[in-house]
């Protein structure tokens, strides 16, 4: 089974600055799906970010970019420039691949807070 | 992409009550999944729901607390039986990634038992 953990419940940011999240995974699979997940207020679930383990190059999305160490199973998140829009929980999260219709392993969550 | 509608998006029930919750997703999906959020936590796999077969439940989740339906490719229900205030959560369906595919994910549901 697959265990994904999270060790910062919360952080803080000032707006404008960098703040980068952690996350580190437990699997024996060597093909699998990573994924970074924003969750505000609304409760709507909003990917922020995806990573195929096969890929060596680490995925950007605008401000929002990855580092991921396979053989570490890390794979952290850092946002860039942060904004007031940015608030919310952040979740880690991992699934395997396959043609279709993955589940998806949470990790406990980030809370970020960007202050003005 | 998927869109998933899922209803109601909030209900207040009274405890030894039964609620379900529906979700219409606008594509054809063989599976989906059904994840429990209790408050201030990470979302947790209930069970897996892949049309024409029995629901797949994950530790700690039994069929007869939340029995699930898949009647077709587009629709599913789960239901929270028999409910305590425990049972207080949200409730997401979603749709899972695939090889060339995000997750989509329902609104919520947010369940208060009283």
């Given amino acids: ?116 | 992409s998927a869109v998933i509608s899922q209803k109601p998006s909030r209900d207040i029930c009274q405890r030894g009550t039964s609620l379900t919750i529906q979700c219409q997703v606008d594509s054809q999906v063989t599976m989906m999944f059904w994840y429990r959020q209790q408050p201030g936590q990470s979302l947790t796999l209930i069970a897996t729901a892949n049309q024409g077969s029995e629901a797949t439940y994950e530790s700690g989740f039994v069929i007869d607390k939340f029995p699930i339906s898949r009647p077709n490719l587009t629709f599913s229900t789960l239901t929270v039986s028999n409910m305590s205030p425990e049972d207080s959560s949200i409730y997401l369906c979603s749709v899972g990634p695939g090889q060339n595919t995000e997750a989509f994910f329902g609104q919520g549901t947010r369940l208060t038992v009283v």
């Fill in chain 1, 1 to 116: 089974a697959q265990t994904v953990t999270q060790s910062q419940p919360e952080m803080s940011v000032q707006e404008a600055e960098t703040v980068t999240l952690s996350c580190t995974y437990d699997t024996s699979e060597s093909n699998y799906y990573l994924f970074w997940y924003k969750q505000p207020p609304s409760r709507q679930m909003i990917l922020v970010i995806r990573q195929e383990a096969y890929k060596q190059q680490n995925a950007t999305e605008n401000r929002f970019s990855v580092n991921f160490q396979k053989a570490a199973k890390s794979f952290s998140l850092k946002i860039s420039d942060s904004q007031l829009g940015d608030t919310a929980m952040y979740f880690c999260a991992f699934s395997m691949i396959k043609a279709a219709g993955n589940k998806l392993t949470f990790g406990g969550g980030t809370r970020v807070l960007v202050k003005p």
